[in-house]
T-cell receptor, first 118, second 115 residues
Framework: DAGVIQSPRHEVTEMGQEVTLRCKPISGHNSLFWYRQTMMRGLELLIYFNNNVPIDDSGMPEDRFSAKMPNASFSTLKIQPSEPRDSAVYFC????????????????FGEGSRLTVL | AQKVTQAQTEISVVEKEDVTLDCVYETRDTTYYLFWYKQPPSGELVFLIR??????QNEISGRYSWNFQKSTSSFNFTITASQVVDSAVYFCALSGKGGSEKLVFGKGTKLTVNP
């Protein structure tokens, strides 16, 4: 079975450019998470969706960041305009949450998208 | 607020040594879940274990074992007879009662196992 698929794996861009990261969760999973990993701050949750609805976006750094989940099989994280401090590895993860909210708890992570903003 | 502390930033051992990675957590939830993830040099995050707050039994899986103690808010991870392939960054994480809601990660412990 395919795992969480992220693209691109690597992105190098210049400051001010728009960056779009993509994620395809595991089929059947109803929760999707975007995390950012940096040396200084470790793994930070940016936003998570349940049944395609954003539940908590309190980790989104600022208005330059936006995330969408138009359907159960696709999500995007967009940064516009990008800045050098956005350089990080961005992970997408998915999980299966039961209706009562007591899911298995296991997040399945993609391989990450390494973003470098010059 | 939930918080996970992994005080050991880096650990270096020689193959076949036992090593324990410490994890201390803070939460006000009465129901919560604790996790360990492994991040090898290739970068992906690999799930190792989940433990809920009502299950304090220690768990053993091959060379891996976990010690959960609510009294000290700790969830430590021991690798017995370490191998070079165990070299990775290990993350402890905590989530609220939902179990699959947002995970709060510790900063990670980088383990290097030398031959």
């Amino acid at each position: 079975d395919a795992g969480v698929i992220q693209s691109p794996r690597h992105e190098v861009t210049e400051m001010g450019q728009e960056v779009t990261l993509r994620c395809k969760p595991i089929s059947g999973h109803n929760s999707l998470f975007w995390y950012r990993q940096t040396m200084m701050r470790g793994l930070e949750l940016l936003i998570y969706f349940n049944n395609n609805v954003p539940i908590d976006d309190s980790g989104m750094p600022e208005d330059r960041f936006s995330a969408k989940m138009p359907n159960a099989s696709f999500s995007t994280l967009k940064i516009q305009p990008s800045e050098p401090r956005d350089s990080a590895v961005y992970f997408c993860a998915s999980s299966l949450a039961a209706l009562a909210g007591a899911g298995t708890g296991e997040l399945f992570f993609g391989e990450g998208s390494r973003l470098t903003v010059l | 607020a939930q918080k996970v502390t992994q005080a050991q930033t880096e650990i270096s051992v020689v193959e076949k040594e036992d090593v324990t990675l410490d994890c201390v957590y803070e939460t006000r939830d009465t129901t919560y879940y604790l996790f360990w993830y492994k991040q090898p040099p290739s970068g992906e995050l690999v799930f190792l274990i989940r433990r809920n707050s009502f299950d304090e039994q220690n768990e053993i899986s091959g060379r891996y074992s976990w010690n959960f103690q609510k009294s000290t808010s700790s969830f430590n991870f021991t690798i017995t007879a370490s191998q070079v392939v165990d070299s990775a960054v290990y993350f402890c994480a905590l989530s609220g009662k939902g179990g699959s809601e947002k995970l709060v990660f510790g900063k990670g412990t980088k383990l290097t196992v030398n031959p």
